[in-house]
T-cell receptor, first 114, second 115 residues
Framework: AQSVSQHNHHVILSEAASLELGCNYSYGGTVNLFWYVQYPGQHLQLLLKYFSGDPLVKGIKGFEAEFIKSKFSFNLRKPSVQWSDTAEYFCAVNGNFGNEKLTFGTGTRLTIIP | DVKVTQSSRYLVKRTGEKVFLECVQDMDHENMFWYRQDPGLGLRLIYFSYDVKMKEKGDIPEGYSVSREKKERFSLILESASTNQTSMYLC??????????????FGEGSWLTVV
């Protein structure tokens, strides 16, 4: 069965600090990988996704993630965070067959201190 | 823009009541999903459907059922609500297709409190 691990449950950073949120997955096949963000009081939004090609993917709001197949990882990064990045971040994985369910990690709550 | 609409944002129901959560998507997506979101547990899949009248159990189907009579509508049913079903429920949809098409879009969520 597929699974996703997000080891950081709550991360607190000051503005302008660099961010890296860890995500490791378990899946026995070709995968699609996603990062979703949920701002306070809002619905889940897609931040970025990887399905093939360049393992370094860029998303909205200056976020990027790198797929490292040998490590089964898809870590999220941002070089300089802003107060508005305060949110909960979810990593997710599914198989690349078109009707596969999406499995989420438990999420990482990010708090940015002004 | 893809729109996934959940009919109720906030509900309060009594233990034992039958509860219906409705979801409609406007992008002709084949796949639809119901998740629940709980602090520290992330999102857990309850049921999903990849076609009209088709349904598949997710990771936590116990206590829930679903209905998909039309392509655009996917309903979650709590036959007899219990307090441990107090949660945020998220509906989602996605097109059938591999690769770049494989993106799931979420509704705003329905907060259900069972008292």
């Amino acid at each position: 069965a597929q699974s996703v691990s997000q080891h950081n449950h709550h991360v607190i950073l000051s503005e302008a600090a660099s961010l890296e949120l860890g995500c490791n997955y378990s899946y026995g096949g070709t995968v699609n990988l996603f990062w979703y963000v949920q701002y306070p009081g809002q619905h889940l939004q897609l931040l970025l996704k990887y399905f093939s090609g360049d393992p370094l993917v860029k998303g909205i709001k200056g976020f990027e993630a790198e797929f490292i197949k040998s490590k089964f990882s898809f870590n999220l990064r941002k070089p300089s965070v802003q107060w508005s990045d305060t949110a909960e971040y979810f990593c997710a994985v599914n198989g690349n067959f078109g009707n596969e369910k999406l499995t989420f990690g438990t999420g990482t709550r990010l708090t940015i201190i002004p | 823009d893809v729109k996934v609409t959940q009919s109720s944002r906030y509900l309060v129901k009594r233990t034992g009541e039958k509860v219906f959560l409705e979801c409609v998507q406007d992008m002709d997506h084949e796949n639809m999903f119901w998740y629940r979101q709980d602090p520290g547990l992330g999102l857990r899949l309850i049921y999903f459907s990849y076609d009209v009248k088709m349904k598949e159990k997710g990771d936590i189907p116990e206590g829930y059922s679903v209905s998909r009579e039309k392509k655009e509508r996917f309903s979650l049913i709590l036959e007899s609500a219990s307090t441990n079903q107090t949660s945020m429920y998220l509906c989602a949809s996605s097109p059938l297709g591999a690769g770049d098409r494989n993106t799931i879009y979420f509704g705003e969520g329905s907060w259900l409190t069972v008292v």
